[in-house]
């Protein structure tokens, strides 16, 4: 995410390193290289030109020059501008109403259909449990049972008519449905064109007049740049919408798109998509975004993500069975597949600080996992409860049933001792505030 901007950003910055003193020179050629950056991540030459202009004039009322720590001065005060370009600040859905009703809009192929259900996921967490999914998308032939696939994998009930062709017509019957059930959220996913037509509008233009949602998202691809942007803008012109979308951010998007759109069409970016996964779906907070784009991390949603996903009973279980020596490898596997539900690894490694830039060309797998799980798969129960059984014959039995060598097998247990050595030094003091921090528990 943002790895090629980020990049260039650092390298900007580096010309103030370079010098032994802060001048004027070299912060309008620091400056000129961050613009050069903007430019090269699809930001728009007037959006990049406002930008490096703020900043500049807030370094030198600021007295960046005169600073002990000018460069460091400069970094904050470009996050800042960032996270303002950005919104400033998070804004999230209105959930007013019995039931709540969300509009998905957006062109084809935006992700509208995935997000649904990641919207539909993500609102289960926060207690509202009964979502329906109303499939609206009468034209694309596999449109229902795509979105049929996304209802079951997040729980969620789906109404669909095959047999009726007008899409305001399932709107209102799905609305009735919803209260005659008594679901809590509805979200209506709509048909999208290649690109906006007249047709299209009038279409979710009727719809939303039919059904009053509490709440119209426009879903865009970040991977299309400038073009989300333009796309945004011509669509907000023609209905009125609340919140963007932002998807595929976790592909190879350069970043302009959610630098810019805000700006455009003063509509905030309220939720990113970050991944295939349904929990892959995070709340947009300008800020912290900033923060990851210069490299400093983002510690606060990397717990956020901890908390959503690790179940607290299951926490206090595991900090007791490693009290005891009774933590084995099923709860080891455990712990992994609750990491693996936190999203792509290689983004959760740039929330670390420091550590975004050390990754920036490593290639890390989501697969990552797949050789220990089907490891400790070829582990008998008794194996798999009892650590300290394993021998040299049983290993070359557990190398032979997973299809890994003695050298991997070797490998993991290595680290299964290392994790349970040091998850003991972690159970007293700020390791256990750290790790309570982490689990939820606090």
Do not use: W
Not at 111 to 127: N, Q
Not at 169 to 179: D, F, G, R, V, W
Not at 297 to 320: M, P, T
Not at 351 to 365: E, S
Request: with cysteine; proline share 2%.
């Amino acid at each position: 995410m943002f790895d090629t901007l980020s990049s260039k950003l650092d390298k900007a910055f580096q010309v103030l390193k370079g010098h032994g003193k802060i001048t004027e020179i070299n912060v309008a050629e620091t400056l000129k290289e961050v613009r050069r950056a903007l430019l090269d991540a699809d930001v728009s030459f007037k959006i990049a030109k406002e930008f490096t202009a703020r900043v500049k004039d807030k370094a030198l009322g600021q007295k960046v020059l005169t600073s002990l720590q000018p460069g460091q001065l400069l970094v904050k005060i470009v996050k800042d501008e960032l996270a303002e370009l950005m919104g400033s600040e998070a804004v999230g859905i209105n959930l007013q109403g019995k039931p709540i009703v969300i509009l998905m809009a957006g062109l084809q192929g935006s992700g509208k259909t995935t997000f649904s259900g990641k919207l539909a996921l993500h609102l289960k967490k926060k207690h509202y449990k009964k979502p329906l999914l109303v499939a609206c998308d009468v034209y694309r032939p596999a449109a229902i049972d795509q979105l049929g696939i996304v209802a079951e994998q997040v729980g969620a009930a789906l109404y669909e008519d095959r047999e009726e062709k007008n899409p305001v017509a399932i709107a209102k019957a799905a609305l009735e449905k919803a209260k005659t059930d008594q679901h809590d959220v509805v979200i209506i996913d709509t048909a999208g064109r290649l690109a906006i037509d007249e047709v299209l509008m009038e279409e979710i233009k009727a719809i939303h007049t039919a059904v009053r949602p509490s709440e119209t998202l426009f879903v865009v691809d970040a991977m299309t740049g400038q073009d989300a942007v333009n796309t945004a803008k011509a669509f907000h012109d023609l209905l009125d919408f609340d919140g963007v979308i932002l998807t595929k951010l976790d592909g190879d998007a350069r970043g302009g798109a959610a630098l810019t759109i805000k700006s455009v069409v003063k509509k905030p970016i309220k939720f990113i998509g970050t991944g295939e996964k349904m929990e892959a779906l995070d709340i947009f907070y300008p800020d912290r975004m900033a923060e990851r784009i210069l490299g400093m991390g983002d510690v606060v949603s990397l717990v956020e993500r901890a908390q959503e996903q690790f179940d607290q009973e299951q926490a206090r279980r595991i900090n007791k069975k490693i009290a005891t020596n009774q933590f084995g490898y099923d709860d080891f596997l455990s712990q992994i597949q609750q990491v693996k539900k936190m999203g792509n690894m290689k983004d959760l490694m740039g929330m670390i600080p420091g550590v975004g830039k050390m990754m920036k060309d490593v290639d890390i797998d989501d697969d990552a996992f797949k050789g220990i799980e089907v490891i400790i798969g070829s582990m008998t129960p008794k194996e798999r409860s009892q650590p300290q059984l394993m021998n040299h014959s049983r290993k070359q039995r557990i190398a032979r049933g997973s299809g890994r060598g003695m050298e991997e097998v070797n490998q993991l247990i290595k680290q299964f001792e290392q994790m349970n050595k040091m998850m003991k030094m972690m159970q007293g003091g700020k390791g256990k505030q750290l790790m309570q921090m982490f689990q939820g528990l606090k």
